[in-house]
């Protein structure tokens, strides 16, 4: 009798995964999309939950999420009004719990910290099943990922063959700009936190053409984007993840000079795509920055809750800032959560570099965990000049790969491999217990 574990649970987690890449790359609140997302997101979770797994969550993890739920169901408690004092500006006071009363939350939008909190509830859902599978299911999820990939990078190829400028409305709710996303800055992350795990298919799945001429395109793509961040990103990126990932591949050493060639005349390309003087003008990131620091100091205790940046930026900007354009995010978002999140969330935030680099250890001997860091570290640096995780596509994706960071399954494989050996088998590699014939 077959006893072959079910695998409805990989499938179920790699639609949600696939669906999020083609439909969430919309950037403005209240999207349906990003609601279809979520609702989808947790019910598979719900639905993976409600079986046993013998794979467990790492506890530091998962206080950290446990952590970062509660400070943002905090954020819409009423509390006395007397708790703000001299922790913020009355302006920032918010409104009354009901009527006259000496009760106020600490977020000054408790309609947009809620969509905030399902949001982030989303998110650490599906990250908390992708760790209950097993850890060749979890690599089993990259296909969806890499077919979600697929699907932007034709539509950005198509949209970028017909014209420099081309936008898609009516599609989905939000505009479409770059491949399937809003912002081609958030498409151009897209493309280069895929890269690793492209390297990773062409160094150990031994598909090297394919994997070659998936990196090219992604590449090129990455220069049509136009994205600076993206573009020198993307470079970095490919350089770390040939070395970082081929020390333990069986590619020839020609494989990967001939990368290296390629990457070459890449940067000739990337340096054409950066102006510096357009980098950072007047009204850019870097005033962004400063404002945005302002308002920290002023809330720096509380924050002024999650989901609500737009409108309390709007407070601190000086008066020759203020343009018919308006500032929604700060481009940075560890700035941007600090302001929203004050102090608790930053102690978050650290917690989770430090859960992050500690992971580093541990994953050396398993090379897709390494492609999965690598990714994570440049979506990551990426934030530091943009906003790409409040795009639920990026989100999930960026949850994805830290469930394959924090599985402690690859860590079993690999000490369960150490004890095989590796035989050819009518042309097949097969991995036999050492002492035992074929």
Known sequence: MNHRPSEWDKYLLGSVLFVSLLIGGGTASGLYTDTLIEVAAIVSAAAIFSRTSGQRSPRSVLWLLIFAVALAVLQILPLPAGTFNG?????????????????????????????????????????????????????????????????????????????????????????????????????????????????????????????????????????????????LIGLAITVLSVIFLS???????????????????????????????????????????????????????????????????????????????????????????????????????????????????RIRRDPLQKAAFLSVSFLLIHSLVDYPLRTAALAITFAYMNAIIFHKGFAERSSRKSEMIEIDHNGDKLLVPIGTSS
Request: one cysteine or more; glycine letters at 10%.
């Open 247 to 361: 020390a333990r591949s069986r590619a020839s050493g020609f494989s990967v000079l001939l990368i290296f060639v390629g990457l070459s005349i890449y940067t000739i390309g990337a340096w054409t795509k950066i102006d510096l003087e357009a980098i950072d003008p007047a009204f850019g990131r870097g005033e962004f920055a400063r404002t945005t620091l302002e308002g920290i100091k002023d809330n720096w205790a509380t924050g002024v809750g999650f989901g609500n940046f737009q409108n309390a930026y709007q407070i601190y900007e000086r008066e020759g800032m203020i343009f018919r354009q308006y500032v929604n995010h700060a481009h940075n978002e560890y700035l941007e959560i600090a302001f929203e999140g004050g102090v608790p969330a930053i102690l978050l935030m650290a917690s989770y570099f430090v859960l992050l680099f500690a992971a580093l250890v």
């Open 87 to 231: 922790f913020r500006p009355e302006l920032l006071f918010g409104d009354p719990w009901v009527g006259d009363t000496p009760f106020r939350f600490i977020s000054v939008g408790v309609g947009r910290t809620i969509e905030s909190l399902l949001y982030l509830l989303a998110a650490a859902a599906f990250f908390l099943a992708v760790l209950r599978l097993r850890a060749e299911q979890v690599s089993a999820l990259l296909p969806f990922f890499l077919m979600g990939v697929i699907c932007n990078g034709l539509a950005g190829a198509i949209q970028y063959s017909l014209s420099d400028d081309i936008a898609i409305v009516g599609l989905l709710p939000f505009t479409i700009n770059a491949g399937l996303f809003a912002n081609r800055n958030h498409f151009a992350a897209l493309l280069f936190v895929s890269i690793p795990f492209v390297v990773y298919h062409a160094l150990f799945r031994g598909r090297l053409l394919s994997g070659f001429l998936g990196l090219v395109t992604l590449l090129l793509l990455l220069l049509a984007a136009g994205s600076r961040a993206g573009v």
